[in-house]
Nanobody
Framework: QALLEESGGGLVQDGGSLRLSCVASESALDTYAIGWFRQAPGKEREAVACTSPHDGKISYVASVEGRFTISIEHAKNTVYLLMNNLGPEDTAVYYC???????????????????WGQGTKVTVSS
């Protein structure tokens, strides 16, 4: 059973924006780093971004740097991924996952604990 739950995906036009949500238990945000990943049709899952809520560190992969922003609303135990200037290449199912640390998030293949959730589908039309 997944520890986190994603939502907020949908259909958006090229150049548009979406905000994804990742709801976690309070203990999860206190304990783990939270990574965002995506899997495009026919491709392997890849890392997108990572945040360590307990020390405030945030990291993005080059392909989304400057377009995507992670934020945390502790009162709602939610990690957001704001995605701006979306393009067809961003079409994918997006997942969030607990990680031990953001240090290796770009190579992570599995959540540190539990399993992958259902994800939330993002489709960008050209």
């Amino acid at each position: 059973q997944a520890l986190l739950e994603e939502s907020g995906g949908g259909l958006v036009q090229d150049g548009g924006s979406l905000r994804l949500s990742c709801v976690a238990s309070e203990s999860a945000l206190d304990t783990y780093a939270i990574g965002w990943f995506r899997q495009a049709p026919g491709k392997e899952r890849e890392a997108v971004a990572c945040t360590s809520p307990h020390d405030g560190k945030i990291s993005y992969v080059a392909s989304v740097e400057g377009r995507f922003t992670i934020s945390i609303e502790h009162a709602k135990n939610t990690v957001y991924l704001l995605m701006n200037n979306l393009g067809p290449e961003d079409t994918a199912v997006y997942y969030c996952a607990p990680l031990e640390t953001c240090f290796y998030y770009t190579t992570a293949k599995h959540p540190f604990v539990s399993e992958w959730g259902q994800g939330t589908k993002v489709t960008v039309s050209s």
